[in-house]
T-cell receptor, first 114, second 111 residues
Framework: DGGITQSPKYLFRKEGQNVTLSCEQN?????MYWYRQDPGQGLRLIYY???????QKGDIAEGYSVSREKKESFPLTVTSAQKNPTAFYLCASSPTGTGIYEQYFGPGTRLTVT | GEDVEQSLFLSVREGDSSVINCTYTDSSSTYLYWYKQEPGAGLQLLTYIFSNMDMKQDQRLTVLLNKKDKHLSLRIADTQTGDSAIYFC???????????FGAGTTVTVRA
């Protein structure tokens, strides 16, 4: 059963702590993405990776970091430098060789920082 | 650059048709997508259309593309309560794996 998993579904942290959100896919997709969604707003791209060991900043990368050591995994670390980390975080993946770059999304992680 | 715009809210009676509209600005768009997001969940890809097509139909969903006006619409026939969700349109451009998303249209289905 192919898909994207994100864990945990809910995450609570104290201000000043770094936290890592997990994203795993078994769709054999080369590209992976992290988005942030705030209430009443669309999706904003944080980081994306088109291939293993390579990634690029999106529109709102400040205060976040990623790694892409394996094709299946693209973890996102929310650092203490991120000023407003409370949000809904979505991970996605897409194929790259077909010309159609449709993205498939995980169920999301809701992060609350107090 | 890419800029995708959608109206924010739509209320529709159960059994009626819903029409969700979207405009985009990048004339080099290759594919345009519609996604559905239910409360607290990720986005589900509903359908997509290639920019050289005018229409695509998939069961209760019909996508219309007006390239001259850069206008995309999603029609849902016989709208049901399970269709209540946020609907996002998105576009991709050649050789770029990133998608540009609109802000989303919240569809509320009333009995």
């Amino acid at each position: 059963d192919g898909g994207i998993t994100q864990s945990p579904k809910y995450l609570f942290r104290k201000e000043g702590q770094n936290v890592t959100l997990s994203c795993e896919q078994n769709l054999n997709h080369d590209a992976m993405y992290w988005y942030r969604q705030d209430p009443g707003q669309g999706l904003r791209l944080i980081y994306y990776s088109q291939i293993v060991n390579d990634f690029q900043k999106g529109d709102i990368a400040e205060g976040y970091s990623v790694s892409r050591e394996k094709k299946e995994s693209f973890p996102l670390t929310v650092t203490s430098a991120q000023k407003n980390p409370t949000a809904f975080y979505l991970c996605a993946s897409s194929p790259t060789g077909t010309g159609i770059y449709e993205q498939y999304f995980g169920p999301g992680t809701r992060l609350t920082v107090t | 650059g890419e800029d995708v715009e959608q109206s924010l809210f739509l209320s529709v009676r159960e059994g009626d048709s819903s029409v969700i509209n979207c405009t985009y600005t990048d004339s080099s768009s290759t594919y345009l997508y519609w996604y559905k997001q239910e409360p607290g969940a990720g986005l589900q890809l509903l359908t997509y259309i290639f920019s050289n097509m005018d229409m695509k139909q998939d069961q209760r969903l019909t996508v219309l593309l007006n390239k001259k006006d850069k206008h995309l619409s999603l029609r849902i026939a016989d709208t049901q309560t399970g269709d209540s969700a946020i609907y996002f349109c998105a576009e991709s451009t050649p050789n770029d794996y990133k998608l540009s998303f609109g802000a989303g249209t919240t569809v509320t289905v009333r009995a």
